[in-house]
């Protein structure tokens, strides 16, 4: 530019400054203030006006950013459902759909589906069914099973046809695109389409006429894909059955295998073509985290304990058929050239791989140098770390060195599942890529050239959201993991170290899955070096604490707002 003044055009909006400012309301000599919930402003911001409202202090209130005025009184923190709107309003997620898309989705119900069966493949007197969890909302996927001759499987992978109902241009549409995905918050879901699509049209309901998009895969016995076949179609599904009732029928539950007896065979043909599949998989070099996430538990409404939820061996079958029809719809849209949208993951930063490197050196866990390091490597510490005390510290610490997977137009591969070609396709009820991978198979199928979306920026836009949605639900789930903590002050706790801060130690709560600080003033009033990466040593007593680390401690402050905890050692 003139005189030198740096110049620069505005690529694109990250993310729209939000209008309001949340945070809990007082007084300070009788003038309304609000302390934000944002980190970076943590002094009290004066309001002009309480805007007809007469909060309470204390209590969650909104106000304009700009004007300084109260536009909203969300209610007590500790109040239920309270949290939850918090939450919707902090990370600006939808929770209505416009009066346009709400008529449509009724339209697309009182539509007859005589003209939809067309070129359609029926799968109606095929054995398929649902395997979802017990308190699933979406059902979307549905699994068939043929044994062929010489051996080998016939999958079929028989998806909602949620694209036969919510067509490009429509409100409907716009709607889905500006979600771009479904939100799961314990108590509250805020769906991507409408109820009347979510939760009934496209839902795979046992027995009842339902449309589909089918991908058929062939396997030979080693879990080599010979075939693959996809297809528009209608199903009409056998059971609707749980991870909970499959693994009992896996371990042998003789009741559970009376009572679903005629699809016990299916069952148990899908287990040993699911186990083909993840050696093959595992051997690829692709990752397997098997990390624990928290389940909330109730009791009368109220939070009780926080229990751990492992994958079981139904839902790695589930797992392992979704990733074999992502990976076959991606590799047939590649072959045959047609732009497409897919779920890549790119290779960790070497820098992020050398810092892994250092932290695991310290527990005897050796890598390659970072620009060797292979996939197969990261497996392998996993590996060798399962079963000690620091499994779940080497767990997240890989996953820290990971990058995050996207979505892109550009296909780069995918570095955590080790596939040349991966997209998402499975569920077009909760996301969008799926739907618009959908229409660009479906198109493609009838052999017609597929309408030029923007992929990027349905990229751009989804997987955005897509983070968005995580940082919400972990953030809720989070704000009352502290709460319940908050109401055990004084009792102990376990954790493992899990970084040095400059204030303290960070720990991670063995069976709440959230961490706490130990400042350093409360390790017994020495100063502290740090020894080398990872180790720190009170320099009078030599008392040493590293990383992997596990320490009984005593919590001794919680602030569920700021999600923070104090600890203090037993």
């Not at 110049?7 to 939000?18: D, F, L, S, T």
């Not at 980190?39 to 209590?59: H, N, T, V």
């Not at 069976?511 to 502290?528: K, N, P």
Request: hydrophobic letters at 40%.
């Amino acid at each position: 530019g003139r005189r030198g003044k740096p110049e620069g055009k505005v690529v694109r909006i990250v993310r729209k400054a939000r209008k309001n400012i949340l945070g809990l309301y007082g007084e300070r000599f009788g003038h309304p203030v609000l302390r934000p919930f944002e980190a970076a402003s943590s002094d009290e911001i004066p309001l002009r006006s309480r805007g007809g409202f007469f909060p309470a202090p204390g209590m969650v209130v909104a106000a304009d950013r700009s004007a300084l005025v109260l536009v909203e009184v969300l209610g007590r923190p500790e109040d239920p459902g309270v949290d939850t709107r918090v939450v919707i309003r902090k990370y600006g997620l939808a929770e209505s759909f416009s009066a346009e898309a709400l008529a449509e989705a009724e339209e697309a119900a009182a539509r007859p589906p005589a003209g939809a069966l067309e070129g359609r493949v029926d799968y109606r007197g095929t054995t398929a069914f649902t395997i979802d969890g017990e308190t699933a909302r979406d059902f979307d996927d549905a699994v068939s099973l043929e044994r062929l001759a010489g051996g080998g499987w016939r999958l079929g992978v028989h998806i909602a046809d949620v694209s036969h109902y919510v067509r490009p241009g429509t409100a409907l549409d716009r709607d889905a695109f500006s979600r771009a995905t479904s939100v799961y918050f314990p108590d509250r879901t805020l769906p991507m389409l409408p109820e009347r699509l979510s939760n009934d049209l496209c839902l795979l309901r046992p027995r009842l006429d339902r449309l589909t998009v089918s991908a058929v895969i062939d396997f030979a016995p080693d879990g080599a894909v010979v075939r693959t076949d996809f297809h528009p179609s209608i199903i009409r599904t056998a059971e609707r059955l749980t991870y909970t009732e499959v693994f009992g029928i896996f371990e042998g539950d003789r009741d559970e295998r009376r009572r679903l007896a005629p699809l016990v065979p299916d069952l148990l043909a899908m287990r040993a073509l699911a186990a083909v599949l993840r050696r093959r998989r595992l051997a690829a070099g692709s990752l397997d985290f098997d990390l624990r996430e928290p389940e909330l538990v109730y009791e009368k409404g109220r939070l009780a304990a926080v229990a751990t939820f492992a994958p079981n061996e139904a839902h790695k079958l589930i797992e392992e058929f979704m990733v074999a029809a992502n990976v076959a719809v991606a590799a047939a849209l590649g072959r045959r050239g047609i732009p497409s949208l897919y779920r890549v993951h790119p290779r960790p930063a070497v820098g992020d791989l050398e810092k892994l490197r250092e932290t695991l050196a310290a527990f005897h866990l050796s890598l390659p140098e970072a620009e060797r390091i292979a996939s197969q490597d990261l497996q392998a510490v996993i590996r060798a770390a399962e079963g000690t005390a620091v499994e779940t510290f080497v767990s997240v610490q890989v996953l820290r060195a990971l990058r995050l997977a996207r979505y892109s137009p550009e296909n780069i591969g995918h570095y955590g599942l080790a596939q040349t070609d991966y997209t998402h396709f499975t569920s077009p009820i909760r996301r969008y890529p799926d739907l618009a991978v959908h229409r660009i198979l479906k198109e493609a199928i009838a052999g017609r050239t597929p309408e030029a979306a923007d992929l990027e920026a349905v990229a751009r836009r989804s997987s955005e959201e897509e983070r968005k949605a995580d940082e919400a639900e972990r953030d809720l789930v989070e704000w009352r993991i502290y709460r319940l903590l908050k109401e055990r002050l004084g009792e102990e706790v376990s954790g493992i170290v899990t970084d040095i801060a400059r204030t303290g130690l960070v720990v991670e709560l063995d069976e709440f899955f959230v961490s706490g600080q130990v400042a350093f003033e409360d390790l017994g009033g020495e100063m502290f070096g740090r020894r080398s990466r990872g180790v720190l040593a009170g320099k009078r007593s030599g008392r040493k604490f590293s990383l992997g680390q596990r320490l009984r401690l005593q919590l001794a402050a919680v602030d569920p707002i700021g999600r923070r905890a104090a600890l203090v050692p037993v």
